[in-house]
């Protein structure tokens, strides 16, 4: 029987290497097409509704400009102390957000959107887990901060690399603290007909 949706129209909003991996270590057929929508925090926007509203934004964009294509968005945050670290702006903000996240717990936050090939809402979903950091350093931080690493990340951390040794336990989905709460999204993808594979559970 042929399916319903073909997996070649699906197409991942994002430029992360990190989301493209744990879509084709699943197996997923998909193509990545980055998006260029604004992900500035708005004044008082609460973690919840602004990681919603970037993932969304993400795929709206893709999706306005690829008609016919289901489009995936993406978006992952670090929340602590209910403010929004997102990736760190220089050396200085990535010690910062280091130095909040030491010794301490925190979220990590992604939301992801599903759009149809009408540029429709299939479905929205955000996934959140518990990371407790080790107590850290300056020199610690430093170094870390040497690898160059934490630059592109969320948190100024990557739990998947050398970032690793910073982390004492991880609560909850390890790859929603990668990029992408693989489980949960295989689960939608599944249910739109664009995966057809059988669970595997990455997290």
Do not use: C
Not at 84 to 112: E, N, Y
């Amino acid at each position: 029987m042929t399916p319903r949706n073909s997996a070649l129209s699906l197409i991942l909003a994002s430029a992360s290497p990190r989301r493209r991996e744990l879509l084709q270590q699943a197996g997923v057929v998909f193509s990545v097409v980055p998006s260029n929508a604004d992900e500035d925090i708005l004044t008082g926007e609460a973690p919840a509704e602004y990681v919603l509203r970037v993932a969304a934004a993400k795929a709206e964009d893709v999706a306005n400009k690829h008609q016919g294509h289901w489009v995936l968005g993406a978006d992952t945050i670090v929340v602590v102390d209910d403010k929004i670290l997102g990736k760190p702006k220089d050396t200085a903000d990535g010690h910062r957000m280091l130095r909040l996240l030491s010794g301490r717990v925190h979220q990590v936050m992604t939301a992801f959107i599903l759009l149809d090939p009408n540029g429709q809402e299939y479905r929205r979903q955000i996934i959140a887990t518990t990371v407790t950091f080790k107590p850290l350093s300056d020199e610690q931080i430093q170094a870390y901060l040497a690898t160059g690493e934490p630059f592109d990340k969320a948190g100024a951390y990557a739990v998947q690399g050398i970032g690793a040794v910073l982390v004492e336990k991880v609560e909850g989905s390890y790859a929603n603290v990668v990029g992408l709460p693989i489980d949960e999204v295989l689960e939608v993808l599944r249910s739109a007909e664009l995966y057809h594979k059988k669970d595997i559970h990455l997290t």
